[in-house]
């Protein structure tokens, strides 16, 4: 049988609860997927690169959410300063449609 090297630098992306189950199996993939029935490449995959598995029962079994979400990324302004201008512009319609207090009285 092969030499397993053990892992003993986790990627960051992996998570907590598969790393402590990881160290109490002994430091063996092998042995590891087993347990969780789910093959050992997908744990090894996770642990040395962070690489998640598609697969949302795989993913479920790894102690990762069912579904993968991708951070929100911000819209890049166009040119400097337009968040500011867009924001006077919007000071001046709202100014424009709030109805003005008028000092005269009406007559009728």
Not at 20 to 45: C, D, M, P, W
Not at 65 to 77: A, D, I
Not at 89 to 95: P, T, Y
């Amino acid at each position: 049988m092969a030499k397993m090297n053990p892992i003993y630098r986790f990627d960051p992306n992996a998570p907590k609860a598969l790393i402590t189950t990881y160290i109490k199996a002994g430091r063996n993939t092998r042995k590891l997927s087993k347990e969780l029935n789910v093959n050992h490449f997908y744990i090894n995959q996770l642990l040395k690169y962070g690489i998640e598995p598609t697969n949302p029962e795989i993913r479920v079994k790894l102690f990762l959410p069912r579904t993968h979400r991708k951070p929100p990324t911000p819209r890049p302004e166009e040119w400097v300063g337009q968040k500011r201008v867009k924001r006077n512009v919007a000071k001046m319609a709202k100014k424009t449609r709030e109805p003005e207090l008028y000092e005269q009285e009406i007559i009728l």
